[in-house]
């Protein structure tokens, strides 16, 4: 409806906003980048520590069945040797569990590892480059304001004092 004048600052802001815009993106996404792959790779390394956990105590029960089972077996228990078998079945089962948990915990691990340290380096790296070049571009821009508003101020004030020249110096007098 009605055509709001942007203020000089407003449309300077906005200019300068416009010139950093992508190098400012790119910074951002290569930070967020980084984080989530250091989030995936802290749970996929808890995940395998869990996996790892269940797969030493699924063996310690075997180990202690297999105990049991000679113990028994030895000492002619057949009713401990009867509870036994539905026992080492069970944990059967539960040892391929824990080892297909265990084997697909390292897979993702290994997907989600990578080298924090020089990935880190790396984008250490990135950010002083960009920082560098924005610097840059800041000072350039500076300079060049700078020679504008001069060139303006020299403009404005050479015709101020051509105005108050001619002002001073009529060229006709209306007396004549």
């Known amino acids: 409806m009605f055509d709001r004048k942007k203020p000089l600052e407003e449309k300077i802001g906005t200019a300068i906003e416009a010139e950093f ?9 290569d930070l967020a980048d980084y984080r ?3 989030r995936l790779k802290e749970k996929a390394r808890i995940t395998l520590e869990e996996a790892e956990a269940e797969a030493r105590r699924v063996h310690l029960e075997r180990v202690a069945l297999k105990k049991r ?5 030895y000492g002619n228990d057949e009713a401990t040797l009867k509870k036994i078998e539905p026992e080492h079945r069970s944990l059967t089962r539960a040892t391929r569990r824990a080892e297909k948990s265990l ?3 390292r897979e993702n691990f290994g997907r989600a590892d990578f080298d924090e340290a ?7 790296k990135k950010a002083y480059a960009a920082a560098e070049k924005a610097d840059l571009r800041i000072s350039a821009l500076e300079q060049a304001v700078e020679e504008l508003l001069a060139e303006k101020w020299r403009n404005i004030k050479e015709l101020s004092t051509a105005l108050r020249d001619e002002g001073e110096d009529p060229i006709y007098s ?3």
């Open 69 to 73: 089972f000679w113990e028994a077996y």
């Open 21 to 29: 815009e992508g190098l400012v993106a790119e910074l951002e996404r």
């Open 118 to 124: 020089a990935e880190g380096a790396a984008l250490k």
């Open 174 to 176: 209306g007396a004549d």
């Open 36 to 38: 989530r792959r250091s």
């Open 103 to 105: 084997r697909k915990a």
